[in-house]
């Protein structure tokens, strides 16, 4: 049973720092491992996706890496900003099975 | 393309009452996933339907929840009898079918209320 843990649990840091936000999966046979956002009483906001096959995806000021054989994926935030204070997610896809980790809630202070 | 469209926004039902929350995958999107978000926990999967059929529903609790994904009009996760513990928000996601190579997109959500 696929299980998917990220820390830290939560993040408190000044804007203009560069972040690493990680995620760790028990089963490495996944197809594709997705990064989203959730603010406060909303939805999900699609980040990046990375399929099995690649091993990171950009963009903007989002990197996010995937390592399969050691079942971690990292997201990399430059230069963060207060906007950037949510939730963060990541969601691994195996067999049918979207499995959502336990997320980072991240706060990014002026 | 108006995304994964979910509605009501808000719903607030009585104890006993049934809540019926839609889903509109996006144009062309023929698989649907339910979660559920329990305040201040995870996002817990729920069901996964294909056009008229259940793949996969073990995460739906056995009684009171059942969910459909017709051959026409949105997919529909109803509660019956609804209790106070069921109150939690309810998102439902939309893919091509075609899940490793596409990205899931998700609704903004329902938020039942159960007073």
């Known amino acids: 049973k696929q299980e998917v843990t990220q820390i830290p649990a939560a993040l408190s840091v000044p804007e203009g720092e560069n972040l690493v936000l990680n995620c760790s999966f028990t089963d490495s046979a996944i197809y594709n491992l997705q990064w989203f956002r959730q603010d406060p009483g909303k939805g999900l906001t699609s980040l990046l996706l990375i399929q099995s096959s690649q091993r990171e995806q950009t963009s903007g000021r989002l990197n996010a890496s995937l390592d399969k054989s050691s079942g971690r994926s990292t997201l990399y935030i430059a230069a963060s900003q207060p906007g950037d204070s949510a939730t963060y997610l990541c969601?691994?896809?195996?067999?049918?099975?979207?499995?959502f980790g336990t997320g980072t809630r991240l706060q990014v202070f002026p | 393309n108006a995304g994964v469209m979910q509605n009501p926004r808000h719903l607030v039902r009585r104890r006993g009452q049934e809540a019926r929350l839609r889903c509109s995958p996006m144009?062309?999107?023929?698989?649907v996933y339910w979660y559920r978000q329990l305040p201040e926990e995870g996002l817990k999967f729920m069901v996964y339907l294909q056009k008229e059929n259940i793949i996969d529903e073990s995460g739906m609790p056995k009684e009171r929840f059942s969910a459909e994904f017709p051959k026409e009009g949105p997919s529909i996760l109803r509660i019956q009898q609804v209790v106070r513990g069921d109150s939690a928000a309810y998102f439902c996601?939309?893919?091509?079918?075609?899940?490793?190579?596409?990205?899931?997109?998700f609704g903004s959500g329902t938020r039942l209320t159960v007073v």
């Open positions: 969601m691994s896809y195996n067999t049918d099975k979207l499995i």
């Open positions: 144009k062309g999107h023929s698989h």
């Open positions: 996601a939309s893919s091509p079918g075609q899940t490793q190579n596409y990205g899931y997109t």
